[in-house]
């Protein structure tokens, strides 16, 4: 499995050298916001309000002066926005209060803030703290299922896997890599099986005659 694995990843970096987080943000505290919001959206959706959001209120004092209604107009075209803004809502508070307007740095501390889970939390710390971690959202745990680098019912168990194959210094990297992959070939749909460089190393692809599911 690991010798599968390194083989995805050298394939995967020839195609994406670029792969990075693709959320926009100048800070720990403005990637922690952009992260809650993206839940069930697309980043490319998060990233058109933040634009907006962003330039109102940059900073954690900024947005403690908001009230949640107002905070609910600023992101309403984004799924889910009520229960959004009631956790951003409590996650400004508890920052304040408890972590001294810090975005905490550890996965402990991180999914004690409301609306924080354990994706949400790898993103922070890997992108803003240098923590190697593996997010999985619904692209990772997509394509890492279809090409069996993992075998898991479940974003946590999908985790594990990727980190007990992958080598530690690579894991964000994987993710980002992923992420790419899912949102450019390995569509939830209609993966685009014929254009993928991967489909020689993918469980989905042998298991499915070569051919892309409709």
Not at 172 to 180: E, G, S, V, Y
């Amino acid at each position: 499995m690991k010798k599968k694995n390194r083989e995805i990843m050298e394939i995967l970096e020839r195609t994406y050298p670029d792969a990075r987080c693709e959320l926009d943000h100048g800070t720990p505290f403005q990637l922690l916001v952009a992260t809650v919001l993206s839940s069930q959206t697309t980043d490319k959706k998060v990233n058109e309000v933040t634009s907006v959001l962003f330039g109102e209120y940059g900073t954690l004092q900024d947005f403690l002066e908001i009230t949640q209604e107002e905070l609910e107009e600023y992101i309403r075209v984004i799924g889910l926005y009520k229960s959004k803004a009631k956790n951003l809502m409590g996650l400004f508070r508890m920052l304040r209060d408890e972590f001294g307007g810090e975005v905490p740095k550890t996965m402990e501390e991180l999914t004690r803030l409301p609306g924080v889970g354990r994706k949400t939390a790898n993103v922070v710390m890997s992108n803003c703290f240098g923590v190697p971690a593996i997010a999985v959202d619904t692209h990772v745990f997509r394509v890492s299922n279809r090409l069996g680098m993992a075998k898991a019912d479940t974003p946590e168990k999908t985790e594990e896997a990727l980190m007990k194959s992958l080598d530690r210094n690579v894991w964000t990297k994987a993710h980002h890599m992923l992420i790419f992959h899912g949102r450019r070939l390995c569509h939830a749909r209609k993966p685009l099986c014929s254009e993928c460089p991967l489909r020689l190393h993918c469980d989905y692809y042998k298991e499915n005659g070569g051919i892309s599911a409709s």
